[in-house]
């Protein structure tokens, strides 16, 4: 994410085309030879640079409509990142140069490509791609104002600044900002805004309402075995997330978790380094101890002082006494034909309102399924006899009961078999359940928006929700074979 070298050429009908300004970052350069290796192509001399970048951009030889440098059908340029062919000693293409032309500027840098450049990446995928467009649209602000022709004197006076602007923006060949437009005529040192460091990947401050955002999403992953002499696992994972977007001096800022009156206290609770101050009873709660009442219940408070960039403010485990949707999965063979029986139950605890809601039924080491002659109570049943793969998809909501059936049976005696998988032999198999809940959380916790403390002049708007949803979440057939662990799962 940083740029090798940047040109400021002076190109005017009538007049010398000259650089007025060149800078090469010789930190970045090195890197990109490391990186290059013996594919590695060396930044020739200013006047090559010029030539072969005004043959480009077609500004050179006028009186040539074709050149085969830059004509040939063969040669497909990819704007706005061009390709400069080097045919001195040690020869090859510089790539990707980018430039921008207004009035009697043109204004270029080549991006440093941390990838491999064969095959050559897609621009979207270069970051110092869009930090390079975005300082060289800056510097163009900065040198030529709201018009497209200041005055000689005023663009002389800009250009000498550049040193000293480029290394509050650019120090090193990695953009951190823009220059500010409308600068003074004279020398100064421009002041980063706030006391916090710009990171390398942000090309310019917020602009913008002031708003501060926090996600709390509790992800539950489940083992259900259907059998007495196996035990049911689950468990649930949070996560906090932050961002703040605000001009300026970033604030301080209190994000308070609560929990309903009878929830489990949080446990292997870790915070971002950003927290300022927090109670020692927060972090010794643990999952691996048992558990006891006096265990801190919340609420749970955070002060901190955010980064630039979207973070993790904290994460936490928690015990929940059931699982949001209880399963029972049974499968009987006879000779080539499965009888399938399904009940899946969504617990009263849980908000009977989903973003989405499926039950994936594999099945492995067969032959294609030919015949497919199941029943739900609810929700559509899609198959894919190829994949061997019944996708039950339950929709936003159960019924007034809670639960939904499958009945049926299937049978294989397709020409060739279906996937595979070393684990699922025989009747050992499971169904998958992929699901998200808006709004809602299996331990209870929330952020309430009206107890986030933002001290800040800017009064942000205050955006708060959070989200229940699946992750590994297996309901194994209880009339065969299952993985069981006897320990406590592990996020």
């Not at 590695?40 to 001399?45: G, L, M, N, R």
């Not at 000779?335 to 605890?349: M, R, T, Y």
């Not at 070393?422 to 992929?434: N, R």
Request: proline share 9%; aromatic share 6%; net charge neutral.
């Amino acid at each position: 994410m940083s740029l090798r070298a940047l040109w400021i050429i002076s190109h005017e009908k009538g007049e010398n085309v000259s650089i007025r300004f060149s800078r090469r970052f010789p930190t970045v350069e090195h890197r990109a030879k490391s990186l290059a290796g013996s594919s590695y192509v060396a930044i020739p001399e200013e006047i090559t640079v010029l030539q072969l970048l005004l043959t480009e951009l077609g500004l050179s030889d006028s009186n040539k409509s074709y050149v085969a440098l830059r004509d040939d059908c063969l040669y497909r340029p990819r704007s706005p990142a061009l390709e400069l062919r080097v045919d001195a000693p040690g020869k090859g293409t510089l790539w990707p140069v980018l430039a921008i032309s207004q009035g009697p500027l043109i204004l270029a840098c080549l991006a440093l490509v941390d990838v491999p450049s064969e095959p050559r990446p897609p621009l979207a995928s270069l970051m110092s791609v869009s930090q390079g467009l975005t300082l060289l649209s800056g510097l163009q602000t900065f040198l030529l104002g709201s018009g497209s022709k200041p005055d000689n004197e005023g663009l002389v006076s800009r250009l000498s600044m550049l040193p000293t602007v480029l290394l509050q923006v650019c120090p090193l060949g990695t953009p951190l900002d823009v220059p500010v437009a409308g600068a003074p005529a004279t020398p100064t040192v421009l002041a980063p805004a706030g006391n916090q460091k710009q990171p390398a990947w942000k090309t310019g401050l917020y602009r913008g309402r002031a708003v501060v955002n926090i996600s709390l999403v509790e992800t539950v992953r489940s083992m259900q075995y259907g059998n007495q002499s196996r035990q049911d696992l689950w468990d649930v994972y949070g996560t906090v997330t932050c961002k703040c977007e605000v001009e300026g001096l970033l604030p301080n800022v209190t994000v308070t978790l609560s929990l309903p009156p009878n929830g489990s206290p949080l446990q292997d609770i870790l915070v971002h380094p950003c927290v300022t101050s927090l109670d020692s009873s927060i972090l010794t709660s643990s999952s691996v101890d048992n558990a006891d009442g006096s265990a801190f219940s919340g609420p749970y408070k955070f002060p901190f002082s955010p980064p630039l960039e979207p973070f993790r403010l904290c994460s936490y485990t928690s015990q929940v006494p059931v699982p949001p949707i209880l399963g029972s999965y049974q499968l009987q063979e006879e000779e080539n034909q499965l009888h399938v029986s399904v009940a899946l139950k969504l617990h009263e605890s849980v908000k009977n309102s989903f973003e989405y809601c499926e039950a994936h039924l594999p099945f492995f080491n067969r032959d294609q399924m030919s015949v497919v002659d199941v029943k739900v109570s609810a929700g559509q049943l899609d198959v894919s006899k190829e994949k061997n793969l019944l996708v039950w998809a339950l929709g936003q909501k159960f019924p007034k009961s809670r639960e939904v059936t499958m009945e049926g049976k299937i049978l294989f005696s397709g020409p060739s078999p279906g996937p595979s998988d070393p684990l699922c032999t025989q009747l050992t198999a499971y169904i998958k359940l992929y699901f998200k809940v808006p709004d809602t959380t299996l331990s209870g916790c929330c952020v309430d928006q009206h107890s986030v403390q933002v001290y800040s002049s800017a009064k942000p708007r205050i955006v708060t929700s959070r989200e229940l949803q699946s992750k590994e979440y297996f309901i194994w057939n209880s009339t065969g074979t299952a993985p069981v662990s006897s320990g406590q799962m592990m996020m």
